[in-house]
T-cell receptor, first 109, second 112 residues
Framework: GQQVQQSPASLVLQEGENAELQCNFS?????MQWFYQRPEGSLVSLFY???GTKQSGRLTSTTVIKERRSSLHISSSQITDSGTYLCAMGDTNAYKVIFGKGTHLHVLP | ETAVFQTPNYHVTQVGNEVSFNCKQTLGHDTMYWYKQDSKKLLKIMFSYNNKQLIVNETVPRRFSPQSSDKAHLNLRIKSVEPEDSAVYLC???????????FGPGTRLTVL
C-alpha cells in the first residue's frame, strides 16, 4: 500500500481561512520535506523538517516521528497559496524517497 | 534563484526515437536524482546517484539509463520511447542522501 498518505486530497478555502495539511507515513523515516508545486510544474521547497516544528512566515511545519505524521499549517490563506502541496519522506528501511499524492488547495477571494 | 538546471524544457517526439535530457546542479551537492511525474501527478523516483555511484535504481524499464560525467551532472537517456513515457521528468540534488532536496524546473516529454 501507499507508504505516504496525504490528506485531504483537495481543499477549498475562503481567503483568510487557515489550512491544515497532513502527511502520514507507515514506515520509519529519515527525512521529511514539504514542497509547493507551481501550476507550471516546478517544485519549491517549503520545509525540510525531519522532526520538530519549523515556521516561515504564515507557514508552520510539525513532524512527530513516533506518531508517524507531519503537518503543514497555512495561516490567513491567500489566493496565491493555491496550488499543490507535496510531502516527501526518506524511507530508512528501503533507502529511497517517497512522495505523497499531494493536497490540491484552492483559495477563493 | 535556480541552481538545478534542466534542458530541454519540452520535447515532443515519436515512438521509437531516442531522447536525452540533461541536468546540472551548481550547489556542490553529492547526490542527484531523477523523478518521473505522470499524468496523475504522482512523483516517483527513478534513479539516485551519490558522487557518481548509482544508489537506487527503481524498477524502471531498461530503455531508461542514467549517465553521469561528474557529481554535478546527471543526464537521462531513453533509448526507444513509448507512449507511456509521456510525463514530466524532474531532476533534483541534495548535499547527501536524505538531506534537503532542490529541484530543477522539469522536462515535459510528449510521445506521439
Amino acid at each position: 500500500g501507499q507508504q505516504v498518505q496525504q490528506s485531504p486530497a483537495s481543499l477549498v478555502l475562503q481567503e483568510g481561512e487557515n489550512a491544515e495539511l497532513q502527511c502520514n507515513f507507515s514506515t520509519s523515516l529519515n527525512s521529511m520535506q514539504w514542497f509547493y508545486q507551481r501550476p507550471e510544474g516546478s517544485l519549491v521547497s517549503l520545509f525540510y523538517n525531519p522532526s520538530g516544528t519549523k515556521q516561515s512566515g504564515r507557514l508552520t511545519s510539525t513532524t512527530v516521528i513516533k506518531e508517524r505524521r507531519s503537518s503543514l499549517h497555512i495561516s490567513s490563506s491567500q489566493i496565491t497559496d493555491s496550488g499543490t502541496y507535496l510531502c516527501a519522506m526518506g524511507d530508512t528501511n528501503a533507502y529511497k524517497v517517497i512522495f505523497g499524492k499531494g493536497t490540491h488547495l484552492h483559495v477563493l477571494p | 534563484e535556480t541552481a538545478v538546471f534542466q534542458t530541454p524544457n519540452y520535447h515532443v517526439t515519436q515512438v521509437g526515437n531516442e531522447v536525452s535530457f540533461n541536468c546540472k546542479q551548481t550547489l556542490g551537492h553529492d547526490t542527484m536524482y531523477w523523478y518521473k511525474q505522470d499524468s496523475k501527478k504522482l512523483l516517483k523516483i527513478m534513479f539516485s546517484y551519490n558522487n557518481k555511484q548509482l544508489i537506487v535504481n527503481e524498477t524502471v524499464p531498461r530503455r531508461f539509463s542514467p549517465q553521469s560525467s561528474d557529481k554535478a551532472h546527471l543526464n537521462l537517456r531513453i533509448k526507444s520511447v513509448e507512449p507511456e513515457d509521456s510525463a514530466v521528468y524532474l531532476c533534483a540534488s541534495s548535499p547527501d542522501y536524505y538531506a534537503e532536496q532542490f529541484f530543477g524546473p522539469g522536462t515535459r516529454l510528449t510521445v506521439l
